[in-house]
């Protein structure tokens, strides 16, 4: 039961770590939620258990609604768990680390970047062509340096500073070398990035009335074996 619990306790510890700013705390409450309701229900549904939470969220805190993190966070949220499963099942992948490294992470950049491009086109007007390729890049970088620097958070008062400084210097090198460098070097290329994207808010409903029906026909393919040709790798 204690290891059922364990990713809700993990999660608290890294909201408090990062500052526990508001953004934050909404999207570990929405998950705590989502982690409770599977571990009594096992049947329901992870959107339905969304749905729940962002409900409870907005009866104290209505005027979050117009909230762009909290749009953002609850629309990601809601397309990795409505899109990604379908969308994996587009393309089936025999080889196991191909699917695991490569298909299912590009899946899970493809559900939350669907699922937010409305409020993005709304709010920020641009889009990235290269996202998918941004998001696999930093997947490595990224898992190194928040191991790294919740070690070096536990550890920085038991091991000598000059250890713990040369820790922070290679965590510093991860992310100047694995995030700044290759995603300026892919926004610099012609044709990467698309700006002055002008959306009127019906255009918004619209939008997301769209990808709601596409994923709901994903879901009445099944496979998706209609869709596309399965890759057998």
């Not at 306790?9 to 890294?14: D, E, G, P, T, V």
């Not at 409900?55 to 629309?75: H, K, R, V």
């Amino acid at each position: 039961k204690f290891i059922s619990f364990l990713p809700i306790l993990l999660i608290w510890i890294f909201s408090f770590l990062t500052g526990a700013g508001p953004a934050v705390l909404r999207a570990a409450l929405m998950i705590t939620f989502v982690v409770i309701g599977k571990r009594f229900d096992e049947d329901s549904h992870p959107v339905n258990l969304l749905l729940v939470s962002g409900g409870l969220i907005l009866i104290f805190q209505s005027y979050l609604l117009w909230d762009i993190g909290f749009q953002l966070s609850f629309s990601a949220m809601l397309g990795l768990f409505y899109l990604m499963k379908p969308l994996q099942n587009v393309i089936f992948i025999k080889t196991k680390w191909i699917n695991d490294y490569i298909w299912s992470p590009s899946a899970m950049s493809v559900s939350a970047q669907l699922a937010t491009l409305p409020f993005s086109f709304f709010y920020f007007g641009n889009f990235s062509f290269l996202f998918l390729l941004t998001n696999l890049i930093i997947i490595l970088p990224l898992t190194i340096c928040l191991y790294g620097a919740v070690i070096l958070l536990v550890t920085s008062q038991i091991l000598p500073e000059t250890l713990n400084l040369i820790i922070g210097s290679i965590l510093d090198k991860i992310i100047n070398y694995g995030f700044n460098v290759p995603l300026q070097f892919i926004y610099s290329l012609p044709g990467s990035f698309a700006s002055h994207i002008y959306v009127a808010f019906w255009q918004v409903i619209v939008l997301s009335l769209a990808i709601f029906f596409f994923g709901f026909w994903l879901y009445r393919i099944k496979s998706g074996r209609w869709l596309l040709t399965s890759l057998f790798l």
